[in-house]
Structures are given as structure tokens and as C-alpha cells.
């Protein structure tokens, strides 16, 4: 039977809403819109500063939505989108394994020939007059920049996820590590109360060998025997009392230690 993996995703740790803030800022200061998926291609923000030339039209005509979904799967870094935009993507890799990617752009690098999209909008099956329309809305940032944005975006997203990963991991594994300071303290309290019951019967043991001890020597030398039991009985009482001892002592230092945890963390 093969197990199952829990496979784990941006959402589980860390904050979308932080995300979604830096995304729409990163559009606001841009003008590229922006979007990121997770690792099963499910949107996890929402998008920003999307066009209706991309959405509205390209993307809603069934050519076109083709060829976007084409350059989606393709397509990495900053390229040309087929309708002759700048788009970008870019992994987002959290402790060595992708987790999803930041997409956007549709921008345009330089102004645009309009003859040339009337033509896509003839292949898309797009009014081309409404078409230019919403290609004049575009905003139009010169390559080196698109470039330089999208970069910065995307080496934002990934120290945020790692660094978001990585707060965490450590939450969790603080979580458990007080869940067993619990435990261990439960344990030392049991270790100690039952150090303090051995403690009473090597007590009663001593008693007991003393008394014995007085009843050989009264029998004479028909107790010699007994009296050699007492006295190995009271080397036993005492060795026990050292264990005891012993085992007190180890029981301190790890309160102690545990002591000096809980200072910790």
C-alpha cells in the first residue's frame, strides 16, 4: 500500500494577505499586473492591475485564451506574450522545492504598431476596434525596466516565503519541544515522588536491621546466622540509601535543565 504525502502549500504557512499587499504595491509603483499560483496552478492572490486588453479580450476569445494558456506552460522569465506584450514568471522555491510561481506583466515595451494587433485582433476573432481601444490603456514601460521589475518582485516573493517557511518550522518545532518540557517535568515530578517513597522504606529497612541486630545479639550464638542476615540487610539499606541519593540528585539537575529551557524559549 502506498502512503500518502501530505504535500504542503504556500497557504499552510504563510500570509496571504501580506502577499496580496506587496503584489498590488509592486502593480501601483510598476504599472505590471501580477498574480501568483500555487504549485497545483490554483491562484492564491488576487490579480493586480490585470488590462482588459489581456483579460476582457485576448484571453476571452477561445484563440486566444489557447495561446495564452500555450505561453502560460511555456514560457519562463520575462518574454513576449504571442499578442506581443511583456509578461514574466518566475518559480517561487521554498527550502530547495517549487511551490508555486509569480506571473504578470502584460505591459508593452515600446509604443505599439496598431496595424499589426488590428491583424491579431482579425486572427483572434476580435473587434479590432474595441481592440485598439484597450491596447491604448496599456501601460508601456521600456524593456530594461520590465525586466528589472519583475526580477525585484520575484526575489521579494521568495525571500518572503522562505523567511515566512521559516518562522514556521521553528513555531512548530517550539510547539513540540514545550510539549515535551511538559512531559519531562510530569516525568521528574513522578521520579521524585517516587524517590521520596524509597527513601521511607530504606528508612523502615534500617529500623528493621537495627532490631534485628538487638534480637541476635540477645539469642547468643543461636542468632549468629540471623545476625549475619541483619548485617547484609543493613549494607543493602545503605547502598539503597546512595542509589536514592543518586537518583535525587539526577532528578535536580534535570529540573534544573529543564528550568533553564523554559528561560529559553
Not at 146 to 163: D, G, R, Y
Not at 256 to 264: L, M, Q
Request: charged share 25%; with cysteine.
Amino acid at each position: 500500500m502506498v502512503e500518502e504525502q501530505n504535500i504542503m502549500y504556500l497557504k499552510d504557512f504563510m500570509d496571504m494577505d501580506k502577499l496580496q499587499k506587496i503584489q498590488d504595491m509592486f502593480s501601483d509603483a510598476t504599472g505590471l499586473a501580477a498574480i501568483a499560483v500555487d504549485q497545483d496552478g490554483q491562484y492564491i492572490t488576487e490579480g493586480s492591475n490585470f488590462t482588459d486588453f489581456c483579460m476582457k479580450y485576448t484571453r476571452n476569445s477561445p484563440e486566444g485564451n489557447r495561446r495564452c494558456v500555450k505561453c502560460d506552460n511555456e514560457c519562463k522569465g520575462v518574454y513576449y506574450c504571442h499578442a506581443g506584450l511583456m509578461d514574466f514568471a518566475s518559480d517561487i522555491i521554498v527550502n530547495g522545492e517549487k511551490m508555486g510561481s509569480i506571473i504578470g506583466g502584460q505591459v508593452l515595451p515600446s509604443e505599439p504598431d496598431t496595424a499589426r494587433f488590428e491583424q491579431i485582433a482579425q486572427e483572434l476573432g476580435i473587434a479590432p476596434d474595441e481592440y485598439i481601444e484597450a491596447l491604448g490603456k496599456v501601460p508601456v514601460r521600456d524593456e530594461e525596466t520590465i525586466k528589472a521589475a519583475a526580477q525585484l518582485l520575484c526575489e521579494t516573493v521568495n525571500e518572503m516565503a522562505n523567511l515566512a517557511y521559516i518562522e514556521w518550522k521553528n513555531a512548530k518545532e517550539l510547539k513540540v519541544i514545550n510539549e515535551e518540557v511538559k512531559n519531562l517535568t510530569g516525568s521528574v515530578r513522578d521520579i521524585s515522588d517516587k524517590t521520596k517513597e524509597l527513601e521511607t522504606i530504606a528508612s523502615r529497612q534500617n529500623i528493621l536491621t537495627l532490631n534485628a541486630s538487638i534480637e541476635a545479639a540477645r539469642a547468643g550464638e543461636v542468632g549468629v546466622g540471623f545476625a549475619v542476615v541483619a548485617k547484609q540487610m543493613g549494607e543493602l539499606s545503605r547502598h539503597s540509601s546512595d542509589i536514592y541519593k543518586g537518583i535525587k540528585e539526577a532528578s535536580g539537575n534535570i529540573s534544573e535543565a529543564i528550568g533553564r529551557i523554559n528561560g529559553v524559549i
